[in-house]
């Protein structure tokens, strides 16, 4: 019975909508398949324990995470989950920095402290990498409060999982964003299951746009196995909350083709589930989208594939040849600059350090 009630309903909707510029054709598809090559090098390393802790990959849920990226300007935020060495590769984190945050060396794009569930990178404003689940929704609402505090029109992405929905926070998220109208685009990834516990196990509600209706949150979904769709909608998404104020909740229907983490059996769903899935795979499924619409040849997209697997393996070898972090840079990141107790420096203040 369990399986039968976690069976996808299927959607066979490929976006009717207009295909994007080649070049932008070319560079979603790139960054999709480096996304790919990335994370499978990553689960390898992982099984040779080059990777320490927990590693979470969103393999076959890449359209949902560029399509969802590809939606901001430059000056909008990004806050994501524990699944989310994509988000920041499409943000524009290097490969390199990502993998050698996974190895934990002091190269990486968090200094080798966050791992893969605390990617971090504010230059490119992407916010992390939250290992909590549902923790990051209260802090994604919280960039939009800034944004709307300092009356600038920036939006925050803030996505998480459909098992996210279950959480408090997300409840007292929802209430709040549309009560300050905080210009908020919250994306749940519905990959069908928390961990291994099918939507249908896991929520009352299983129609994930209605989850925010109660709250004064609009809906919306998208086909999170397409690019294009996903792209459309979650742009719409984002030039209401760019312009109206308030927050929109958007559904992008997906699926992870791995375990939920390295180690799991998957005892939860059928190997039938996945190959249908697998059918629709949204990197083959562009390709093939393109090269019939005479934007790509064949050959163009082997060879985006060669480079992607050429960067993931040029990412490896940066990680592995990089340093550990510095014993002595314990403390750092820490404390507070000018951090004061009791109206003294305290001792581990950088404020009290030579260059501090
Ligand atoms: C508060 C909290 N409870 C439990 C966990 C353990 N946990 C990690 S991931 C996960 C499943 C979350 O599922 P979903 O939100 O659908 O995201 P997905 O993993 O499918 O991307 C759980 C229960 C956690 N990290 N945080
Ligand atoms: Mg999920």
């Known amino acids: 019975m369990a399986d039968k009630a976690s069976d996808p309903p299927p959607i066979q909707r490929i976006s009717e909508g207009q295909l994007p510029d080649p070049e932008t054709a070319r560079e979603w598809l790139s960054t999709m398949t480096l996304i790919r090559r990335f994370e499978e090098r990553a689960g390898e390393m992982y ?113 998480f999982g459909d098992g996210a929905t279950n959480q408090g926070t997300f409840a007292e998220t929802m209430n709040l964003s549309a009560l300050w109208r905080l210009p908020v685009v919250f994306l749940v990834t519905n990959n069908r299951y928390g961990m291994g516990t099918a939507i249908e196990r896991h929520s009352a509600v299983t129609d994930l746009t209605r989850k925010g209706e109660g709250f004064g949150v609009e809906g919306m979904r998208c086909d999170g196995m397409d690019v294009l769709n996903t792209f459309e909608t979650v742009s719409e998404a984002v030039a209401i909350a760019r312009s109206e104020q308030r927050p929109i909740l958007v559904e992008a229907m997906t ?4 375990g939920h983490s390295i180690a799991d059996p998957q005892r939860y769903r059928t190997a039938e589930q996945v ?82």
């Not at 050698?100 to 080798?112: D, I, V």
């Not at 699926?255 to 791995?258: E, G, K, L, P, T």
């Not at 060879?303 to 050429?310: G, M, N």
């Not at 990141?333 to 030579?354: D, H, M, R």
């Open 47 to 159: 099984t040779r324990a080059k990777i320490g802790g927990f590693l979470h990959l969103a393999i076959g849920e890449e359209a949902a995470v560029l399509g969802g990226a590809r939606a901001l300007s430059d000056r909008d935020w990004l806050i994501s989950t524990y699944r989310s060495h994509g988000h920041a590769i499409a943000r524009g984190t290097s490969p390199d920095a990502v993998m050698a945050e996974l190895f934990g060396r002091a190269t990486g794009c968090s200094g080798g402290r966050g791992g893969s569930m605390h990617l971090f990178d504010l230059q490119r404003r992407f916010m992390g990498g939250w290992g909590i689940v549902g923790g990051n929704i209260p802090i994604g609402a919280g960039f939009g409060l800034a944004s709307s505090y300092r009356g600038n029109d920036e939006v925050t992405l803030c996505v």
């Open 255 to 258: 699926y992870r083709f791995r």
């Open 275 to 356: 190959a249908e899935w697998k059918e629709r795979d949204p990197i083959d499924s562009f390709a093939t989208r393109l090269i019939e619409n005479g934007l790509l040849d064949q050959a163009a997209v082997e060879q985006i594939d060669a480079t992607a697997l050429a960067t993931a393996e040029a990412a490896v070898s940066f990680a592995d040849s990089s340093p550990e972090p510095e014993p002595d840079s314990l403390y750092d990141n820490i404390y507070a600059l000018g951090g004061e107790v009791n109206g003294q420096l305290s001792s581990n203040s950088p404020a009290t350090k030579e260059n501090g």
